[in-house]
């Protein structure tokens, strides 16, 4: 058990807390091999760049993560008073999920496993200097 009263134990853990602003989207319908790829071509860039990019990508996650971006961005400007003409994707990242387990009726009475996917998708922004 941890020492100390809750809310000293909850100051705590609010001080090693990353101070920039992110969004985070749980239990995605997304394999993470998919949302990497529209990921990997948004890091780095600025959050007007981003959204372009993804406005006109094909690709499913491509909204889901547009959402994300856009919520980081009302993040950063309500809760952080930052600047959004500023802002950046500095860090952005898709974790593995629970896979859900369906199956498939095949030939001669047998059954095929389909396993559905998910991933939990994280956005942090931050300020250019």
Partial sequence: MAKG???????????????????????????????CFVLDAVRGKDVQTALAILEYNPRYASGLIKK?????????????????ENLYVAECYAN???TMKRIQPRAQGR?????????????????RK
């Fill in 68 to 84: 994300l971006i856009e919520s980081a961005m009302a993040n950063a400007e309500n809760n952080n008073g930052m600047n959004k």
């Fill in 96 to 98: 593995k999920g629970p």
């Fill in 111 to 127: 059954a095929y496993r389909i396993e559905k996917r998910t991933s939990h998708i994280t956005v942090v922004l931050d300020e």
């Fill in 5 to 35: 009263h809750r809310s000293q134990i909850k100051r705590e853990r609010n001080a090693q807390k990353d101070p920039r602003p992110s969004a985070k989207l749980s239990y995605a319908r997304v394999s993470v091999q998919k949302a």
